[in-house]
């Protein structure tokens, strides 16, 4: 079994961003000369999110909507109240992941035909970190 590990930074313009990283997952697993097996990726914030999902603009909204109903953001948390505000995207990452696993055969990602691979940030404007480690043959 080999393993290859590579890392990305994204930086958002705004607090809150949907980002398509399956291009980025796709360039890592050519680098890595790996067709079979399997695909980790994680982000490294507890203020951010990784998912598998549709890559539609309506249903990103209906996500970042349900997460806000759910998690809202707010002074109301007990998580550090003088000096981070970000407890709700601290709770958003809990609903929505940090981590997603993608099969990987003949050096092709096994997504359904409207997956992507998403990278949600909920608390941005700052670098953040993610990590897309291969395993296989």
């Known amino acids: 079994m080999r393993i290859h590990s590579e890392y ?40 951010s999110a990784l998912f598998v999902n549709d890559e539609e ?10 997460a ?27 609903l929505l992941h940090h981590q ?3 099969s990987l055969a003949d050096a092709k990602l096994e997504l359904g035909p409207w997956q992507h691979v998403i990278y ?3 608390d941005g404007q700052r670098p953040k970190r993610i990590l897309i480690k291969i395993l296989g043959e």
């Open 8 to 47: 990305m930074t994204v930086q958002t313009k705004e607090k809150r961003e949907f980002l398509d990283i399956t291009p980025d997952v796709k360039a890592a697993v050519e680098k890595s000369g790996i067709r079979d097996g399997i695909i980790f990726i994680s982000s490294l914030h507890s203020n």
């Open 57 to 66: 603009p309506g249903l990103l909204r209906d996500i970042a909507e349900w």
């Open 68 to 94: 806000d109903r759910l998690a809202p953001f707010g002074p109301d948390y007990h998580h550090a109240p003088r000096s981070e505000s970000n407890a709700g995207a601290n709770l958003q990452s809990l």
């Open 100 to 102: 997603a696993f993608v």
């Open 120 to 122: 949600a940030e909920l």
